[in-house]
């Protein structure tokens, strides 16, 4: 059995289900070109929520869904539950994405169509892991949802620009009580809240799965080559347009920022807790050839996982904050800074 617990305004109400697995294995039966993988990962479904953490998603889509655009869409958006780096603890799904039916199938069709974070443990309360309901981007009525402020997109206003600057899915809903759900292993919903409307809630959150796996995926090369990661702090994750345009310090701000799109974060390794970089070349000072250390990193990682391909610069200290590593999943590589 498996528990899906909807958190927030919702706690309290704890639903019980059976992964839906039966209907899996049998349409997975059905299937004369099935694969042995395809198959496995079906019948590993219906062992339980963890064994659903371990399987390929891409195998699961296959044995339950046709062939079709949206599905090859999504079978390029994810590899399994845990991602990449094994690291995620939670996934997104929009009401109106073509995501919704599978996830509807591995944890029950009502509650994943309810609004917010919803917690699934198996029955021993291991592998702890959450999917997130978003809301869909058309919520977004004049600039806000409710009380939050969050501005316009440039493909809102008649920009012509390429597909990696189109609105974003939706927005994930982040109250004070699911604020601190884990995304991974390493980071929480509330690393990559924009920084402004302080006494605001719900805020509005846009955050690529990708880019938290990317992070992971650092985090671990890091530790590969010798450096402990108990703490990467994320100095900017999510950028609302407004705040983007006219919040913080604006210099040398970009006005396309993949911050806007969720898909980027300017990090840094942070295991004392003083709020600055850690000599991670063990140099005796902390400078911006710390942040080379995870541009080196985040080279290995995208040349062993292309898909996560993006930008990474390298900024040094300032009055205001120490150096740090920008990281971005926007598709292609591209790198700035102090290389």
Same mark, same amino acid.
């Given at each position: 059995?498996?528990?899906?617990?909807?958190?927030?305004?919702?706690?309290?109400?704890?639903?019980?289900?059976?992964?839906?697995?039966?209907?899996? =294995?049998?349409? &997975?039966?059905?299937?004369?070109? /099935?694969?042995?993988?395809?198959?496995?990962?079906?019948?590993?479904?219906?062992?339980?929520?963890?064994?659903?953490?371990?399987?390929?998603?891409?195998?699961?889509?296959?044995?339950?869904?046709?062939?079709? &655009?949206?599905?090859?869409?999504?079978?390029?958006?994810?590899?399994?539950?845990?991602?990449?780096?094994?690291?995620?603890?939670?996934?997104?799904?929009?009401? =109106?994405?073509?995501?919704?039916?599978?996830?509807?199938?591995?944890?029950?069709?009502?509650?994943?169509?309810?609004?917010?974070?919803?917690?699934?443990?198996?029955?021993?309360?291991?592998?702890?892991?959450?999917?997130?309901?978003?809301?869909?981007?058309?919520?977004?009525?004049?600039?806000?949802?409710?009380?939050?402020?969050?501005?316009?997109?440039?493909?809102?206003? /008649?920009?012509?620009?390429?597909?990696?600057?189109?609105?974003?899915?939706?927005?994930?809903?982040?109250?004070?009580?699911?604020?601190?759900?884990?995304? =991974?292993?390493?980071?929480?919903?509330?690393?990559?809240?924009? %920084?402004?409307?302080?006494? $605001?809630?719900?805020?509005?959150?846009?955050?690529?799965?990708?880019?938290?796996?990317?992070?992971?995926?650092?985090?671990?090369?890091? #530790?590969?080559?010798?450096?402990?990661?108990?703490?990467?702090?994320?100095?900017? /994750?999510?950028? $609302?347009? #407004?705040?983007?345009?006219?919040?913080?310090?604006?210099?040398?701000?970009?006005?396309?920022?993949?911050?806007?799109?969720?898909? &980027?974060?300017?990090?840094?390794?942070?295991?004392?807790?003083?709020?600055?970089?850690?000599?991670?070349?063990?140099?005796?000072?902390?400078?911006?050839?710390?942040?080379?250390?995870?541009?080196?990193?985040?080279?290995?990682?995208?040349?062993?996982?292309?898909?996560?391909?993006?930008?990474?610069?390298?900024?040094?200290?300032?009055?205001?904050? /120490?150096?740090?590593? %920008?990281?971005?999943?926007?598709?292609?590589?591209?790198?700035?800074?102090?290389?």
């Amino acid at each position: 059995m498996s528990k899906f617990v909807p958190r927030g305004r919702r706690s309290g109400r704890a639903l019980v289900f059976s992964v839906a697995a039966a209907g899996l =294995s049998l349409l &997975a039966a059905r299937r004369t070109d /099935g694969s042995a993988k395809t198959a496995d990962a079906a019948n590993a479904v219906a062992n339980g929520v963890t064994a659903a953490l371990l399987a390929p998603v891409t195998a699961l889509h296959a044995a339950t869904t046709p062939p079709s &655009a949206d599905g090859e869409r999504l079978l390029a958006t994810i590899d399994s539950l845990r991602g990449r780096s094994g690291k995620l603890r939670a996934r997104q799904v929009a009401r =109106s994405s073509a995501r919704l039916s599978l996830f509807a199938r591995l944890f029950g069709d009502t509650a994943v169509r309810a609004l917010g974070v919803h917690d699934v443990k198996d029955s021993s309360g291991t592998s702890p892991f959450s999917v997130i309901t978003i809301r869909d981007f058309a919520e977004k009525l004049n600039g806000r949802i409710g009380s939050y402020r969050i501005g316009f997109w440039p493909g809102e206003q /008649g920009d012509r620009l390429s597909g990696a600057y189109g609105n974003p899915a939706g927005f994930i809903e982040v109250t004070r009580e699911n604020m601190d759900t884990p995304v =991974s292993e390493h980071f929480r919903l509330s690393d990559f809240l924009t %920084h402004d409307q302080q006494g $605001t809630w719900p805020k509005y959150l846009v955050l690529r799965e990708d880019l938290v796996d990317k992070l992971e995926l650092v985090i671990g090369q890091l #530790q590969a080559q010798g450096h402990t990661v108990r703490h990467m702090s994320v100095m900017s /994750g999510f950028r $609302t347009p #407004q705040y983007n345009a006219t919040g913080g310090e604006t210099g040398g701000r970009a006005s396309l920022s993949r911050h806007m799109y969720g898909d &980027a974060a300017d990090v840094f390794v942070d295991n004392d807790g003083d709020g600055r970089m850690d000599d991670l070349n063990r140099d005796g000072r902390v400078d911006y050839r710390d942040a080379q250390v995870i541009l080196d990193a985040a080279e290995k990682v995208e040349r062993a996982h292309p898909d996560v391909a993006g930008g990474v610069g390298v900024y040094k200290a300032t009055s205001s904050h /120490g150096p740090f590593a %920008h990281v971005d999943v926007r598709g292609y590589r591209a790198r700035w800074g102090l290389l």
